[in-house]
């Protein structure tokens, strides 16, 4: 007896039931009108299996459509967290290395860090949120996106904060379980704010989706994937968030600020304004790193495309069934 094997993709609930893949593009499909005619693809990411670098390059795809846009949103939440540093004094104050003021050093600093990762989740989200409409070939809405994060933005700070210190503990463990867990959860925002899987089943959600096949081989290359795309995302945000990072450090804005010969108040500003550019630019390109990743993930763990392709066949032979009865009828 010849021997059955099991589907690749295990049948499952299929997540947003509401149709948010219903205009995604699966690889080689031509949307086409009523009338036969090819319409113009309504996503610029395909749904087909990709590797890490694919997957980046897929994000910079997706970042050329709207890249105004997400730049303009992420830099503004930004400005929130800049002007925080401004008024706390964060970076301003040389002595805080004395023994005197250590403890309201590394108490200001733990605060201005705990508000940056939270304004990074939300900066993140919101771009994922705007990006999202455009996957299945609509304009973003940004009232309802702003809406969507007025609603989620106390669980986000909430997931946040336990993700950081996962992170974190796993860091001390010789970094490895750091990693695992910054992968594993990576896509904690997404699944609960663009799937709304809730706020315990977007852990859970993301912890499968990243999972790959379980342990073997195939678990082995779907961790190092996600290895390669959260990672490459961790050194681009790093990369262009090191000057927020040295005007946050005493001792490095009295230097930068005599170099320019600015005054404080106009050198303030100035640092808010491409503090918040330099963090906008780094949480595009790690959001849209991240719904990528996460698309790439649905197909191989869900099957979306082979989803998205059934789904639309089944919904064009209803509508040639209901042509065809309509002639029928007809006198």
């Known amino acids: 007896m010849a021997r059955v094997v099991p589907p690749r993709y295990p049948p499952g609930p299929m997540r947003d039931e509401r ?28 749904l087909e299996p990709r590797r890490a670098g694919a ?40 002595d805080w290395a004395s023994p ?30 705007i990006a999202w409409p455009r996957l299945r070939g609509e304009s ?17 700070m909430v997931l946040q904060f336990g993700f950081s210190l996962l992170i974190v503990a796993g860091g001390c463990c010789l970094c490895l379980p750091g990693i695992f867990v910054a992968v594993r959860f990576s896509l904690i925002g997404i699944t609960f704010c663009v799937e709304r899987a809730g706020f315990f089943g977007c852990m859970r959600r993301s912890f499968e989706l990243t999972g790959g096949e379980g342990w073997g081989t ?6 190092l994937r996600g290895v ?8 681009v945000y790093s990369a262009f968030t090191l000057l927020s990072g040295a005007l946050d450090q005493p001792g490095y804005r009295p230097m930068l600020q005599d170099a320019l010969g600015l005054p404080g108040d106009v050198f303030s500003v100035l640092a808010v304004v491409v503090t918040s550019l330099f963090n906008g630019l ?24 082979l989803r998205v392709i059934l789904a639309q066949r089944v919904a064009h032979a209803a509508a040639g069934a209901g042509a065809g009865a309509g002639r029928t009828g007809a006198p």
């Open 282 to 305: 780094a949480s595009v390109f790690m959001s849209l790193a991240l719904l990528t990743y996460y698309l790439d993930c649905r197909v191989r763990r869900d099957g979306l495309d």
């Open 228 to 235: 390669g795309v959260v990672g490459t995302g961790f050194i």
């Open 19 to 46: 149709g948010t893949f219903q205009e995604l593009r699966p690889v080689g499909e031509v949307r086409r009108d009523d009338t036969g005619a090819a319409a113009a693809a309504p996503s610029p990411v395909t």
């Open 55 to 94: 997957i980046l390059d897929a994000a910079l795809d997706l970042a050329r459509e709207n890249f105004g846009l997400f730049v303009l949103v992420a830099s503004l939440i930004w400005s929130v967290q800049r002007v925080t540093a401004e008024l706390l004094g964060v970076g301003e104050m040389p």
């Open 100 to 129: 005197d003021a250590m403890s309201n050093a590394m108490l200001l600093s733990m605060l201005n860090q705990a508000i940056e990762l939270m304004i990074l989740q939300l900066a993140s989200v919101a771009i994922a949120l």
């Open 218 to 223: 195939d678990g082995l290359a779907s961790f």
């Open 140 to 156: 973003p809405r940004l009232g309802a996106v702003l809406l969507r994060m007025v609603v989620c933005a106390v669980p986000l």
